[in-house]
């Protein structure tokens, strides 16, 4: 067992992010650059969070890793990649300074646990939450307080993105060591209060190509991925960013949709090319267009990343009527008190003339449940000792 005065303990937590415009492709593989900027909206953490605990002791002996319950490779490259930045930052830190106020040897171990509160069934980007999760909590675990773009960029591009709330970019940068490659806040969760989130979760089997694979390949062999990177993304930054301080749904709406087709666009235009997206993906498209067509305006926006989940933007005025039409086109399991979780939605119902709109035949049970959510803030300290996910053995807690 650890003794108590050696030991630090630290919990927190840390968000997905969706983005909106999207990364895909990397300039260096092994510092995780991307080929182009890209931005993103944090989704709060009531609905989706990963919870992680850090503690560092003179008594361990290794460092180790426990990822929902099970314990797993720490030499695992990416979390070496992390574990190595944090403890260099630690150590820069330390030498700048003439005393050093913490009695806390840089050579002590870590042990590390963390739980995600959403399943992983839903094909979520667990990873960003993940490592902006673990970059945050080593960091006051170790007394690092610079930015963290670099570390939880070196475990998934995109957990720079989740360190922070509201609308983040990540900005692609120039410089060949990435240091100039790093998220930063555009606008905070509270800029927006209207924008809401639904996830809606697909029946899906597991991808056939990964991401890291699938980007890897579309660098090699896609010319629209060079042109989009080039040509069309600093100029959609630029106008996104533009949109969302505006707080101009119809503006933001319509460019989220186009850039998560172009992206799409690009998993075909590789060789061989990939699909992401299954029959329901494309029905929700379709249910989509039509919804906003109904309307005469954009009321609803969809964006997918690399797998068939359909992650919805709209108001909190359109929800209600919304949610009616993804149940009526999409009709759910006997489930139906659980088909949507998060932000209670109120029932509504759908005029027979949005019905006739829509013009689909139902297709029941394609889609699994719904998530309501809606924009949220960055990582946060958990200061209660019973949050912490590690006993004071510095071992995971045994499940209740």
């Known amino acids: 067992m650890a003794s108590e005065e050696s030991l630090v303990e630290v919990t927190c937590t840390a968000p997905v992010n969706i983005a909106v415009i999207k990364y895909w492709g990397k300039r260096d593989e092994e510092l995780i650059l991307p080929i182009n900027s890209s ?34 490779n720490i030499e695992q490259p990416r979390i070496q990649a992390c574990l190595r930045q944090i403890r260099c930052l630690a150590r820069k830190r330390k030498s700048g300074e003439e005393e050093d106020p913490l009695p806390l040897s840089l050579s002590y171990k870590v042990h590390i646990a ?29 007394g690092v307080e610079s930015d963290l773009s670099e570390v939880a960029r070196r475990g998934s591009g995109s957990a720079c993105r989740s360190l922070y709330g509201g609308f983040v970019e990540w900005q692609m940068g120039e410089q060949a060591d990435g240091k100039d490659s790093v998220a930063r806040q555009v606008a905070p969760e509270s800029h927006w209060p209207e924008l809401r989130v639904l996830i809606l979760v697909v029946s899906a089997e597991k991808k056939l190509t990964g991401s890291t694979v699938g980007m890897q390949t579309s660098v090699e062999t896609s010319p629209l991925l060079k042109f989009r990177a080039e040509a069309v993304v600093p100029a959609r930054m630029a106008e996104m960013i533009r949109y969302i301080k505006e707080r101009n749904f119809e503006g933001f709406g319509q460019l989220t949709m186009k850039d998560s087709n172009q992206f799409h666009a690009i998993c075909l235009d590789t060789f061989p090319p990939i699909s992401y997206l ?37 108001l909190d005025d359109t929800v209600a009527e919304f949610v009616a039409a993804v149940k009526y086109s999409f009709p759910p399991e006997s489930n139906g008190d659980r088909f949507l979780k998060g932000l209670p939605v109120r029932p509504a119902l759908l005029s027979d003339e949005l019905k006739a709109a829509l013009g689909m035949d139902p297709t029941p049970s394609s889609i699994k449940y719904i998530i309501a959510t809606q924009v949220g803030p960055g990582p946060q300290m958990l200061d209660q000792p019973h949050a912490h996910l590690l006993g004071p053995d510095g071992l995971p807690k045994p499940v209740a």
Not at 291 to 314: L, S
């Open 39 to 72: 931005l993103s909206v944090t989704l709060h953490q009531d609905q989706l969070k990963t919870t992680t605990t850090a503690v560092i002791s003179k008594d361990f002996t290794e460092d180790q890793i426990w990822l929902n319950g099970q314990k797993e």
């Open 114 to 142: 963390s739980v995600n509160n959403f399943p992983t069934a839903a094909g979520l980007a667990s990873s960003a939450a993940g490592y902006a999760c673990l970059a945050y909590a080593l960091a006051r675990v170790y």
């Open 278 to 314: 299954n029959d329901t993906s494309r029905r929700i498209i379709h249910l989509v267009h039509r919804f906003n067509a109904h309307h005469g305006q954009t009321k609803v926006a969809y964006t997918f990343d690399a797998g068939p989940n359909a992650v919805i933007f709209t």
